[in-house]
C-alpha cells in the first residue's frame, strides 16, 4: 500500500492514516503537528532487543498508587459492577481519568490476555502502571459474573493442577450472571462505570478519555451512541469500522484463504516450497500449524481457493442458522460447562450489518484508533482501506496503522503482552490529550 499522510492544513482537520512501515526495528519516532501526537516513521522508543518491559505485580501496584474500590448496582438490576480506580498520589485535587474497557470474552480488571508467562500478560494493569506513572488516574473493572483470573494463586492448590480451567470457571465465573451478558449491557455497565467517574471529587470530568481495546472499542461506541458521554477522547485499540458480521464472515470464510494468497509465490500457483518459505512469516503462523494447509498435490491454485471458499461458506451458513435458532436469553455456548454470556451476544456476530462506525457519526470527542499490522481477528488493512471511503464525513477521527504487531499491538497475532513501544505510544498519546499539548 502506498505511503498516505493527511496533516491538518490551514487550520483544516484531516485523517491520518500511518501506513505499514518495513519493521519494528526501522522506526523512528517524529513529531507532527497534527493532533494526537503521532509515531509516523522510524524508530518508536523503546528496547527493540527487549519489547516487553518489567512492571510491578498486581498487589505492588496497588502499594504504590492508591486504589479506590467501588460496588456499582448495574442499569439493568442483575448484577454488581465491581473494579477500582487508582491515583497517581494520595488524592488531594482533580486527576485527569483514563477509563479501561476490555474485549470479547470473561474478564477482570487486570485483562489476562498474554501468553508470556510475566506479569505483563495483565495488559490493563500494566497499561495502568504506565498511566499512572504519567499522572493520570485509572478506571478498570470486572466484566459482569467475573470475580478473578486464571493466574489466581487460589488455583495453584494441588487439588485444581489438573483441572485449572474448570475449577476457574466454577470458582470465579457467576454462570447466572454471565447469561445476561446482551450487547446492551455492555454498553449499559459502561454508561454506569461513567457516570460513577465522572461525580468523584477528585476526578476532572472534562478531562476524562475512554480507552477500548478490540469489542472494547465497539462497545464505547455504543455507549457515546446511546448515552450523553462528555469524554476528552477514545482511544480505540483494534476497533472495528465494519459490521461484526462482516469480521465473523472473514474469520471464519476469507481469512485463511487472504493470506495463503498473500504469501510470495510465482505464477497462479503456491507451491509446497512457497508455503514452507513464507509461513513463518505471515498471521497464519499464530492460528494453525502448517500441517493443516499442506498442499498434497503440491500446489494450491485458484481452484482449489475457490473449493475451500464455498466449504467455508458453506459451514459457516450452517453454524449461522444454529446460532440464529436460539433465542436470545439461553445461555451460550449451549451444552457447555460454562457460560459466556447470553445468545443474545453471540447472535449480533451473525446478523449485525450495521457498520459500526456510524456509531460514532454525532460523537463530540476526538477519536483516535490504533490498528495492528499482524492483527489475526480484525483485518487491519481492510478496515484502514474500507475508511478511506468513509472518512469525509469522520473528520474527527484519526487511525494509526502500526506494523508487526497484532491483535493487543504485541508480537503476537491475537494475545498480549502490548509492546513497550505500543504501550509507550498510549501513553504519550494519552498524556497529550489531557495535558492540551496537542491541539
Known amino acids: 500500500m502506498p505511503e498516505r499522510r493527511h496533516t491538518r492544513e490551514s487550520g483544516e482537520k484531516q485523517n491520518r492514516i500511518v501506513p505499514a512501515i518495513e519493521s519494528q526495528a526501522d522506526l523512528r519516532q517524529r513529531k507532527t503537528s497534527a493532533y494526537p501526537r503521532f509515531y509516523t516513521a522510524g524508530r518508536l522508543p523503546g528496547n527493540q532487543e527487549n519489547p516487553v518491559k518489567t512492571y510491578s505485580g498486581n498487589d505492588e501496584l496497588n502499594e504504590k498508587y492508591p486504589a479506590h474500590p467501588f460496588a456499582l448496582r448495574t442499569l439493568d438490576g442483575n448484577t454488581t459492577l465491581t473494579g477500582q480506580i487508582n491515583y497517581p498520589e494520595t488524592p488531594t485535587g482533580a486527576y485527569p481519568l483514563v477509563v479501561l474497557a476490555p474485549g470479547s470474552g470473561m474478564h477482570d480488571r487486570h485483562y ?15 497499561l495502568a502502571q504506565d498511566l499512572l506513572s504519567a499522572g493520570l488516574a485509572v478506571l478498570r473493572f470486572d466484566c459482569r459474573g467475573v470475580k478473578s483470573h486464571l493466574r489466581d494463586k487460589t488455583l495453584d492448590n494441588p487439588e485444581y493442577v489438573f483441572n485449572r480451567e474448570l475449577a476457574y470457571r466454577q470458582m470465579f465465573i457467576d454462570a447466572a450472571v454471565r447469561q445476561t451478558v446482551t450487547p446492551q449491557s455492555q454498553y449499559e455497565d459502561l454508561y454506569t462505570l461513567y457516570q460513577y467517574a465522572i461525580e468523584l471529587p477528585h476526578i476532572d470530568r472534562h478531562n476524562l478519555i475512554l480507552l477500548g481495546h478490540s469489542e472494547g472499542a465497539i462497545n464505547i461506541g455504543r455507549l457515546v451512541a446511546h448515552y450523553p458521554v462528555a469524554a476528552k477522547a477514545l482511544m480505540l485499540v483494534s476497533p472495528v469500522f465494519s459490521s461484526m458480521k462482516h469480521v465473523l464472515e472473514w474469520q471464519l470464510i476469507h481469512r485463511t484463504i487472504t493470506w495463503l494468497k498473500a504469501i510470495p509465490h510465482t505464477g497462479d500457483r503456491l507451491t509446497l516450497a512457497d508455503l514452507k518459505n513464507g509461513f513463518g512469516h505471515s498471521p497464519l503462523a499464530f492460528l494453525q500449524p502448517i500441517s493443516s494447509l499442506l498442499p498434497y498435490k503440491g500446489y494450491w491454485d485458484e481452484a482449489d481457493f475457490d473449493s475451500m471458499t464455498a466449504r467455508l461458506q458453506a459451514s459457516f451458513d450452517t453454524q449461522r442458522d ?16 460454562f457460560t459466556q454470556s447470553s445468545y443474545a451476544w453471540w447472535k449480533q456476530w451473525y446478523q449485525n450489518d450495521q457498520p459500526e462506525i456510524e456509531h460514532l457519526a454525532q460523537c463530540q470527542s476526538r477519536v483516535v484508533c490504533y490498528f495492528g499490522m499482524m492483527d489475526t481477528q480484525v483485518n487491519a488493512a481492510a478496515e484502514a482501506a474500507w475508511f478511506e471511503g468513509v472518512k469525509h464525513r469522520f473528520t474527527h477521527i484519526d487511525v494509526t496503522l502500526l506494523p508487526d504487531v497484532g491483535h493487543t499491538l504485541g508480537l503476537h497475532g491475537l494475545l498480549g503482552p502490548m509492546t513497550e513501544s505500543c504501550a509507550d505510544l498510549l501513553v504519550r498519546t494519552a498524556n497529550d490529550i489531557v495535558t492540551g499539548r496537542s491541539v
Not at 112 to 126: K, M, N
Not at 326 to 332: A, F, G, I, K, R
Open 322 to 337: 444454529m446460532v440464529l435458532s436460539h433465542d436470545d436469553q439461553e445461555s451460550w455456548p449451549a451444552e457447555a460447562p
Open 112 to 126: 489476562l490476555i498474554g501468553d508470556s508467562g510475566t506479569q505483563a500478560d495483565f495488559v490493563f494493569s500494566c
